[in-house]
């Protein structure tokens, strides 16, 4: 079975920091891109980064150049989403998602999603 599992969601105050993991199981971890996608209340899910199989990083979101950082582990099938800075606007339902090779393609396995919520 597929599976990708999110954590470290949470409340955060403004300028604070929060790290998000994706476990993934049932898949080659790392024949994946593995992408960071979020939505706030009332608007579209938008690409936040991505991480392609040969570690190459994609800005899907220009707003969290300099704050965000995506890494991967492939021995722990696991990725993560380093966020600091944290704006009240980068509050939303966080999603973990996986499309084979490249961060382009066609995402086919989805994370549970994760709540971030920033307070002032």
């Known amino acids: 079975e597929v599976e990708l599992v999110q954590s470290g969601g949470g409340l955060v105050q403004a300028g604070g920091s929060l790290k998000l993991t994706c476990a993934g199981s049932?898949?080659?971890?790392?024949?994946?891109?593995i992408g960071w996608f979020r939505q706030a209340p009332g608007k579209e899910r938008e690409g936040v980064l991505c991480?392609?199989?040969?570690?190459?990083?994609?800005e899907f979101a220009d707003s969290v150049k300099g704050r965000f950082t995506i890494s991967r582990d492939n021995a722990k099938t696991t990725t993560y989403l380093t966020m600091i800075n944290l704006e009240i606007e980068d509050a939303g339902v966080y999603y973990c998602?996986?499309?084979?090779?490249?961060?382009?393609?066609?995402?086919?396995?989805w994370g549970q999603g994760t709540q971030v919520t920033v307070s002032s």
């Open positions: 998602a996986a499309a084979p090779g490249s961060c382009y393609q066609r995402y086919v396995f």
């Open positions: 991480i392609s199989n040969s570690d190459g990083i994609i």
């Open positions: 049932g898949f080659t971890f790392h024949d994946y891109a």
